[in-house]
């Protein structure tokens, strides 16, 4: 039987891949499970039920075969997902992003009460990426 602690849900950005891989590895070191799905927690809060029903699903394999006891939801910094009427890096984005995230969590909890879950959102100065900032959401 095979067993991580962590399953991390993000988007499929390429931007933001390696990124991602660098800040897992750094406490995780390749043992955790990933589901890239674009838009990320945009599946769960704004989304059809089948939509929804693909995330749980996701967080109930990741918890059964492989006894996740957390979960990081990690949105990004202008995502094509959210449309481009948000301006990248806008009080605004962050706002909808946030709440997003927090709203995701507690649809997540209802289901799976006993897991931890931390919300994260990556933010960026200027494009090409070439640092970013894993902002922890409260």
Do not use: W
Request: aromatic content about 10%.
């Amino acid at each position: 039987m095979h067993h991580c602690d962590l399953l991390v849900i993000s988007c499929i950005d390429f931007r933001f891949i390696e990124p991602l891989r660098n800040f897992l590895e750094k406490d995780y070191k390749g043992n955790y499970d990933l589901v890239c799905l674009a838009g990320s927690t945009k599946n769960l809060v704004n989304a059809t039920d089948t939509d929804k029903e693909t995330v749980l699903k996701q967080v109930n394999i990741s918890k059964e075969l492989h006894h996740i006891k957390k979960i990081f939801l990690i949105n990004h910094q202008n995502c094509g997902a959210y449309g481009s009427s948000l301006l990248s890096g806008s009080r605004e984005e962050k706002d909808i992003h946030r709440r997003d995230l927090i709203s995701a969590k507690e649809d997540i909890i209802k289901v799976f009460p006993d897991l931890e879950i931390y919300l994260y959102f990556i933010e960026f100065e200027t494009e090409p990426i070439t640092t970013t900032r894993f902002a922890p959401i409260v």
